[in-house]
């Protein structure tokens, strides 16, 4: 049996009493870091909150090699856990699939997701988002640019973009280096982005919601990640009313 349980978006507190109840009778726990993060509890602070040891899975355990893991849940009872809400990823809806070819139950918990929450933070209304996208760390000689190929589409269809800040390790990228890197693609594309939308630790306490020019934005200290991007269309009325009220446009 295996059961992908959603974690919510920021501490330990977001987790659902459905989703408690079946870590209190896993048999294995493993916890996803490589999609994404709580920035508001370390794993530690997950293991003395669930009083059992969670395997940290990254990039190659999820989409590579998870074989520890189907093997674990052929006979045991085997919890996968990840924050937001667990098939927001395509990586987790695959490994469902593979895990359901192997012939295994699965199952999962919802909780919530930062592709819901950034509507109730910016005022976007949720309907008007087209496809989303990611932006990864520049590497050597490798920089993809589909993130702006994508902007651009969307921008044409008047629908915003969700665009997904890289992790990696210990390393986050910020709302000022994805609005550096989108900057450089649009130019070299001839895009024009006239708006930009950054949210700070959504599902925390002290999030950090501001609209705002690129040069604007460049002013604002988002402060501690995890942060998160968006290129808004042609705003409806009640949405720019928003953002004026709450995001400082």
């Known amino acids: ?24 009778n896993a048999d294995h726990i493993f916890l996803d870091i490589y999609t994404s993060r709580l920035m508001g509890a370390s794993y530690q602070d997950l293991e003395r909150c669930y009083g059992k040891p969670l395997h940290l899975l990254g990039r190659e355990n999820v989409e ?21 809400d667990p098939m927001v990823s395509t990586t987790h809806a695959d490994l469902r699939m593979r895990a359901a070819a ?13 592709s819901s929450a950034v509507c109730g933070l910016s005022g976007l209304q949720n309907y ?20 702006i190929d994508v902007i651009a589409l969307n921008l044409s269809m008047r629908v915003h973009t969700l665009v997904y800040l890289d992790i990696q390790d210990d390393r986050y990228m910020t709302i000022h280096e994805a609005i550096a890197l989108l900057e450089g693609m649009a130019a070299g594309k001839k895009v024009s982005i006239s708006l930009y939308i950054g949210i700070a630790r959504a599902g925390s306490d002290d999030p950090v919601v ?28 009640m949405e720019r009313s928003y953002l004026e009220m709450f995001a400082g446009l």
Request: proline share 7%.
């Open 210 to 237: 501001r609209a705002g020019t690129a040069g604007a934005l460049k002013q604002v200290d988002f402060g501690p990640p995890l942060h998160i991007l968006i290129v808004p269309a042609e705003l409806h009325d």
């Open 128 to 147: 008007r988002f087209g496809k989303s996208c990611s932006i990864p760390f520049p590497q050597k000689n490798w920089f993809p640019t589909t993130s």
């Open 102 to 114: 192997r012939g295994i139950t699965t199952s999962i918990i919802h909780a919530a997701s930062i």
């Open 64 to 84: 590579q090699d998870p074989d520890e893991l189907l093997l674990k849940a052929e006979t045991d009872r085997v919890v996968f856990l990840c924050a937001g």
């Open 1 to 24: 049996m295996l059961t992908f349980v959603g974690l919510g978006l920021y501490n330990a507190d977001d987790i659902s009493e459905k989703g408690l109840a079946c870590i209190r």
